[in-house]
């Protein structure tokens, strides 16, 4: 990765590959349309704990691709390829202005919200109160739900959301209040 603003995610590449991080493309078409990259939760830049959690860094699926269910095929794919897992963790947005992660949609993909924070941006439409939500699919019956470290989150100080996906930049935790 050749321009200096890359060099926090090469960084964290570096140290999540060997912990495990995975990333997928799907091409359709002879065209990539889709992602997905996820890892247990000690190699995720999101800071959801959990043992055997695998946690869901980003998703996406061209919008001119939608309507072939790809999203639920890459989430398929992730959970038949982690045998190991207790369960898949990831973070939603509700009432954000960008169209990543909204929570309606990874409800859709099988993820329930298990506990969320309303905040506000203190530069981008500081007005609107969005929530993040941290969301949960059980692999396992009796599977312990992950946890959020909500106090590590707001104190990073470069945005973990690029860090693990370079495509999201639907908050900056450096800038968000409570």
């Not at 939760?41 to 959801?48: D, L, V």
């Not at 969005?130 to 992950?146: C, D, G, V």
Request: charged residues 25%; aromatic residues 12%.
């Amino acid at each position: 990765m050749p321009f200096k603003r890359y060099a926090a995610r090469q960084k964290y590449l570096q140290e999540a590959i060997p912990k495990g991080f995975r990333k997928k493309l799907l091409i359709f078409n002879d065209e990539v349309v889709g992602t997905i990259e996820y890892s247990l939760a000690e190699a995720s830049g999101y800071t959801i704990k959990g043992e055997n959690v695998i946690v869901m860094n980003c998703i996406w699926i061209l919008r001119k691709a939608k309507g072939h269910n790809f999203g639920k095929l890459l989430i398929g794919n992730m959970i038949s390829n982690e045998k190991n897992a207790s369960g898949f963790a990831t973070i939603a947005l509700e009432n954000h202005w960008t169209p990543w992660f909204m929570k309606w949609q990874m409800e859709k993909l099988g993820f329930k919200a298990i506990e969320g924070v309303q905040v506000k941006h203190k530069i981008k439409r500081p007005a609107q109160v969005f929530a993040i939500h941290l969301m949960w699919m059980p692999k396992k019956e009796n599977a312990e739900m992950p946890t959020m470290d909500w106090q590590s989150f707001w104190r990073v100080k470069l945005s973990v959301w690029r860090i693990p996906c370079i495509v999201h930049k639907a908050g900056k935790a450096p800038y968000l209040s409570l």
